[in-house]
């Protein structure tokens, strides 16, 4: 695999994995809060309509295309490299964040800085 091609894989990796967070996000929303104290068939109904609402379905494209960029990407790179890089997922989520109005912090924000800061000292090892 020429290396361009190893960085977009990891990047479309990194992006569907985030976007498959920021799914679940959306479908548990529409779904709301489960229903802990309902008994066992609540919970199945529950799980069983939150699994196939079109955000969830979502979830499994992207963390099925996900893994398999992540499989190729693993066929030709370190671990100790690229493991770690998939963090910016994080930076990603935390945008998602800002922009939908979650409470956001500026300790959540700090931390998310100082993750996507050691990717950058990971990538200039490379």
Do not use: N
């Amino acid at each position: 695999m020429k290396p361009g091609t190893m960085w977009t894989f990891l990047a479309l990796a990194i992006l569907l994995g985030a976007l498959g967070q920021i799914l679940m996000k959306i479908g548990m929303k529409q779904a709301g809060p489960v229903p802990l104290h309902d008994g066992t068939a609540a919970l199945v109904v529950y799980f069983f309509k939150a699994l196939t609402s079109p955000p969830l379905l979502g979830v499994v494209v992207c963390y099925g295309l996900s893994i398999l960029l992540w499989l190729a990407v693993l066929s030709v790179q370190d671990l100790s490299l690229v493991r770690p890089l998939m963090s910016v997922g994080y930076l990603l989520t935390l945008i998602y964040g800002i922009y939908s109005g979650e409470t956001v912090t500026w300790e959540r924000i700090g931390g998310t800085l100082l993750i996507t800061g050691g990717v950058f000292l990971l990538v200039r090892s490379a």
